[in-house]
Every structure is written in C-alpha cells, then in structure tokens.
C-alpha cells in the first residue's frame, strides 16, 4: 500500500475498482462482487437487470422462484440463542461455565441478540456469507448486520484488507456525533452533495444526506500520526472520512477527515459454505441464477403468445402492405389501410408451443431445487398420490444433509463470534454485584438447587444452632430431610426462573467470583428439535414404557440401560443425563420397637454434593 496516498484517495482507489474491477477465478470465469450483489437484490425484489420492457415496449414478467428457497435456506439453518451454552470441560469449571452461559444470556437479551441472528441467518441465505460487526458503544457491546450493498471490500480476500462502510448521514447525525471534528463537520455541511447508491446513481433530489466513508483496516501508523518515521508501523485503525469533487476540476476533491484513531478489528465474515477464490460465498439467489433467468424467459414467451392470441390480427393480399411489419404497427395502436376488393382473412393464430415453453420452464425449475436441496417435500407441498412415505422421507433427509454441513459452519462461526467479542467484552463488565434474573431449563434448575437446597440447608441448621446455643437452651439438630423438603418447596414457588448474584458478601463482584476462570471452556451450540409433536409423542411413549413394571425390571439390568439410553439419543427428545441427574428419593426405615436379636438395617437420607455454591440469603436463590 502506497503509503503516500491519503485515506481518502486509498477509498476513492479502492471504490472504483470495486466497482468496474472483476477477479479473474479461472480461464473462463470472471467474478465481479459488486455486480453480483446488485443481480441478487435485483432478484430479490423481482426486477430485470436488463429492465421491466423488451425493445417493443412490452412489459416482462418476472416469475420468482428465488424467495421460497432463500426462505427454506433461512428455516433449515436458524439458530436461536437459546441454544448457545458455555459448557466446561473440567469438573471444576462447572459452575464458572454455567453462570458464563448466563451472562452472556443476559446480554443477548438487554441486545436483542435473536434480532441479529435472524438477521444473520437471513442474509447467509441470500448471499452465501454474511459481514457482521460489534461495536463497543460505552458500556455496551452492539452486535450487528451489515447490508452488502453498503459495503465495499476486497472480493479474495476479505481479512487482510480495508473494509469500508458506506453511511448516508443527516446534518443533525453529523453534528450529535461527539467523536466527529466539529469544525471538519461544518466545512463539509457547506459542500453537501446530493444522496447516491454505491454505483453513484442518485437516490433522490434531495442533498439532505450526506455519503460518508467509515474505513476499517491496518494502515500505516503514520495515517494517524502524520510522522514519516511511523510509515513501517502498522496498527488497526479506523478512518470517518467524507469528500466532494471540486467545481470545475474534474479528478479533484475536497477531503474531510471527521474522526482517525486506533480500534480492535469489529469485523468478520461468516460463510454457509466457503468459496475458494473470493470472499463472498454462493447463496440461494445466485445458485438460481440462470434458473430464475431461463424460467422468465420461457414466461416471457408464454405471455407475448398469449397476448398475439387475444388479438384479432387479419391477413391481406394487398401489395401496399408488402414489407411492412403489421404486428409492430398493431402493438403501437396504428390503423391498417388496405386497396379495395383486395382479400383480408383472419390470421390463424393457434400455437401448440404453449405446453412445450410450460415444460420447457418446469425442466429448469426442477433443475433448480435439485441444485438447492429443495424437492417438493421439504417445501412442504403435497406429493402425488401413491408416493410411498419411506421415499418421501428419504427425500428429505438427503435434502437436509446438506444444511446440516452449513449449520455446523454456522455453530463455528458462532463460537467464534462469542470467543472474539462477546466473552471478553463481558470478562471487562463483571466488575458488578448486580443479580441475575434468568429463566432456566428443568435440567439446569435441578442442577442449580442440588448445589443449592443442602447447601442452604446446612446453613439454616446452624444458624438455628447458634441461636439456641446463645439462648441457654438445649441444642438440637433440625431434620435435614424435613429442611430440604421446606426449602425445595420455596424454590418451587419461582417456577423455572432463578435469581443468582456473585455472593452474601455485598462487595464481591462477578469478576472476584471468576476469578482464575480464564474461559477455557467451550462454546456449544444445542440441536433444536424441528418438529415438536414428535417430540412430544416421544416423550409421551417414554413415559406409557417406563410406566410398565416388566418393562421397568428389565430397564434396570444392564442390557435394558444401554437400550434405553440409546433410544433417547437417537430421538433427541431426552438426554440420558437429564435422567441421571435427577435425585434419588430413598425411604427411612423406622427402627423396631423391640429389641431383637436379628441384625437392624439403618436407613439414612442422600445429602448432594456441595460443590462451592453459597446461599444468597433469606429469600429462595443462588448466590455464586
């Protein structure tokens, strides 16, 4: 990079060769991102690239078939943040990893967080990949989208070069943003031009909104230290930069640098499935491409003969009509004058070709959910009577393999995103004694209360203790069983929701509590059951089998847990270690009331295993 260049003439640079540049992928392939993007929205929004009228003014349809499979890609491939947990990989790790896993829900949900991943997932479909940007805006991490066609990057190679955001901008936006040169700012609401698309074509008439350049990217040093000695030093910057072409010199410009200085990188990019080559992968819309445009053209053709066959359209021997081009002057609303006693008959405008063009249309339409993995079945259409429901299902389980390979891109995308920005964005905000209000799973809550009920227990029991010992009286302990009983009812009362802080201790923030917890623990993404009257049913037909008590004499040998516990895997309706979580209630044996010389057996209660968890007071909670 020319280190003589200014940043603004590095974007002018690198805006027009996004624009009229292509990147050369093979001998016969060139690949220009920019107008790639342009066919997609176009597409999208069911419009030509080549215009809505052919050369004689008629107008084209435009028979989508991209936006079902840009929503069956976006179906097949959502994930929700429930179904992100940070799980431990050492024992010891449990309980940091669980309340991680609930701080970051915490975030999600003050950030809308399934907002953004509906936006993302939505935009990986359509495009193929996806630009998402967290920006820390005071105390807050904001995560965020990025449209495509207010980006301009490099098409091979998207990581290791500037990223620019482009940004319409009111004056009022301009002059409330703190961070920009106020002085810089007014000299520019003085040259304001008027509103463009990335291709310079004007939006409107209005010069209300000013285009505004946000460059993200490694750049000399010296771009913010105007020193020459800094040309070698590269660090991340970010440059807010505006200009406006001087009157009456073409090629010259009036620059207006509102905001430089240093950032960590913001950015990444995210792909279904990853293209070599260039950055941006291969989407829904543009796997259609020649589809969609074969499908409006047999259309096209179908429509122009529909309408010749509307008209009434007359022959003649007249030789003053000799070469000229009747159909044209019927289209444009001309009289026909023709000799008299010349012959005019009707022209016969039958055409059998009707049936071969709706054919010929549904040849490419097919082609196109075999390129998509969309049949009929999993678009949810009827199928045709007499199709056997095995080849139905099959159909569909070969259709869904393949979103499950961009699924599992996603999950790593994800994980990233949560090592790269969101995990230590929060490490810096745990300096807080703030409680945690949080809904929970039946599986988490009694994880949670097995710490927390005998934990308390012990507590209540002392504090008991202790009262008594000071009032003279005789101590006693109280009835651990009985005490557990009364707490697990208390807990009860919350339904599926908890509240948990750092500690008893009023200045032991969550950052003391994790302290030493350097997050090496994993970033999972849970499967989401897709159909929940199947689960459901699952679940149902579990409970009518463990319900039978030959069934459960056999489901206590060895064979039958194996068995049990790999039906559950298999339905993913239940996880064989929710059932082994569950506490085992045993019964206390009352002692005989007469002495015998026979052996007594003493019955005992199961106390859980304490696993640091300490009370967080008087009211039902947990406190870390």
Same mark, same amino acid.
């Given at each position: 990079m020319d280190t003589q260049n200014t940043v603004a003439e590095l974007i002018r640079k690198q805006e027009s060769d996004y624009l009229s540049g292509t990147t050369t992928i093979g001998k016969y392939v060139e690949f220009s991102q920019y107008e790639n993007i342009e066919q997609i929205d176009a597409y999208l929004n069911s419009k030509h690239v080549s215009g809505d009228f052919d050369s004689q003014g008629r107008e084209k349809p435009f028979f989508n078939i991209v936006t079902a499979v840009v929503n069956i890609w976006y179906r097949a491939t959502t994930i929700a943040s429930t179904m992100i947990r940070i799980k431990s990989n050492k024992f010891k790790k449990y309980i940091p990893a669980f309340i991680a896993t609930l701080l970051i829900h915490d975030w999600m949900r003050k950030n809308n967080f399934d907002d953004f991943l509906n936006k993302w997932d939505l935009t990986e479909a359509r495009y193929g990949s996806a630009v998402v940007e967290f920006v820390e805006h005071d105390v807050d991490l904001i995560p965020s989208v990025l449209p495509w066609n207010r980006l301009i990057t490099d098409t091979v190679d998207f990581e290791n070069n500037p990223k620019i955001k482009i940004l319409w901008l009111t004056p009022a936006q301009l002059r409330k943003n703190k961070l920009y040169d106020q002085d810089k700012v007014k000299e520019l609401l003085e040259a304001r031009s008027a509103r463009e698309t990335t291709g310079r074509q004007k939006k409107d008439s209005k010069s209300e909104y000013i285009k505004v350049y946000e460059l993200h990217g490694e750049l000399e040093l010296s771009q913010l230290t105007d020193k020459e000695s800094d040309n070698e030093e590269f660090v991340q910057q970010m440059h807010v930069v505006s200009f406006v072409s001087k009157r009456g010199k073409r090629g010259e410009y009036d620059d207006f640098t509102l905001y430089k200085g240093k950032e960590k990188n913001p950015h990444m990019i995210t792909h279904l499935i990853e293209e070599d080559g260039r950055a941006q992968s291969v989407g829904a819309v543009e796997h259609l491409f020649e589809a969609q445009w074969m499908v409006n053209h047999s259309t096209?053709?179908?429509?122009?003969?529909?309408?010749?066959?509307?008209?009434?359209?007359?022959? #003649?021997?007249?030789?003053?009509?000799?070469?000229?081009?009747?159909?044209?002057?019927?289209?444009?609303?001309?009289?026909?004058?023709?000799?008299?006693?010349?012959?005019? #008959?009707?022209?016969?405008? %039958?055409?059998?070709?009707? #049936?071969?063009?709706?054919?010929?249309?549904?040849?490419?339409? &097919?082609?196109?959910?075999?390129?998509?993995?969309?049949?009929?079945?999993?678009?949810?259409?009827?199928?045709?009577?007499?199709?056997?429901?095995?080849? *139905?299902?099959?159909?569909?389980?070969?259709?869904?393999?393949?979103? %499950? &390979?961009?699924?599992? =891109?996603?999950?790593?995308?994800?994980? %990233?995103?949560?090592?790269?920005?969101?995990?230590?964005?929060?490490?810096?905000?745990?300096?807080?004694?703030?409680?945690?209000?949080?809904?929970?799973?039946?599986?988490?809550?009694?994880?949670?209360?097995?710490?927390? *009920?005998?934990?308390?227990?012990?507590?209540?029991?002392?504090?008991?203790?202790?009262?008594?010992?000071?009032?003279?009286?005789?101590?006693? =302990?109280?009835?651990?069983?009985?005490?557990?009983?009364?707490?697990?009812?208390?807990?009860?009362?919350?339904?599926?929701?908890?509240?948990?802080?750092?500690? %008893?201790?009023?200045?032991k923030t969550w950052k003391d509590v994790l302290d030493g917890f350097e997050w090496e623990c994993d970033v999972e993404i849970e499967n989401k059951a897709s159909d929940d009257q199947l689960v459901a049913q699952t679940l149902v037909d579990i409970l009518k089998i463990s319900a039978d008590p030959n069934v459960q004499m056999f489901l206590n040998t060895p064979k039958g847990k194996m068995i049990f516990n790999k039906i559950l895997d298999k339905t993913n309706a239940l996880s064989p270690l929710e059932l082994a979580q569950m506490p085992v209630t045993q019964s206390v044996q009352a002692p005989p009331a007469q002495a015998s010389p026979q052996p007594q057996s003493v019955g005992g209660s199961t106390v859980a295993n304490n696993s640091g968890a300490s009370p967080s007071g008087n009211n039902p909670g947990l406190s870390a």
């Open positions: 096209k053709q179908i429509k122009d003969r529909l309408d010749l066959a509307s008209k009434l359209i007359y022959q #003649t021997a007249d030789p003053n009509l000799v070469g000229q081009n009747v159909l044209t002057a019927m289209e444009n609303g001309d009289i026909i004058v023709h000799a008299a006693n010349a012959p005019l #008959t009707e022209l016969n405008k %039958e055409n059998a070709d009707i #049936t071969a063009l709706q054919n010929f249309a549904l040849q490419w339409q &097919v082609l196109a959910k075999e390129i998509t993995s969309t049949p009929d079945a999993i678009s949810g259409n009827t199928q045709p009577s007499g199709t056997p429901f095995r080849s *139905v299902a099959v159909e569909n389980q070969e259709a869904h393999s393949l979103f %499950e &390979v961009m699924k599992r =891109n996603k999950k790593r995308d994800l994980e %990233e995103m949560m090592r790269r920005f969101v995990i230590p964005f929060i490490k810096k905000q745990m300096d807080t004694t703030d409680e945690i209000a949080s809904i929970l799973r039946s599986q988490d809550i009694s994880t949670l209360d097995q710490i927390y *009920v005998p934990d308390e227990a012990r507590k209540r029991d002392n504090q008991q203790l202790k009262k008594t010992i000071l009032s003279g009286e005789l101590a006693q =302990n109280l009835d651990p069983n009985q005490l557990q009983a009364q707490i697990q009812g208390e807990m009860a009362t919350l339904g599926n929701q908890r509240f948990i802080k750092p500690s %008893e201790i009023a200045s």
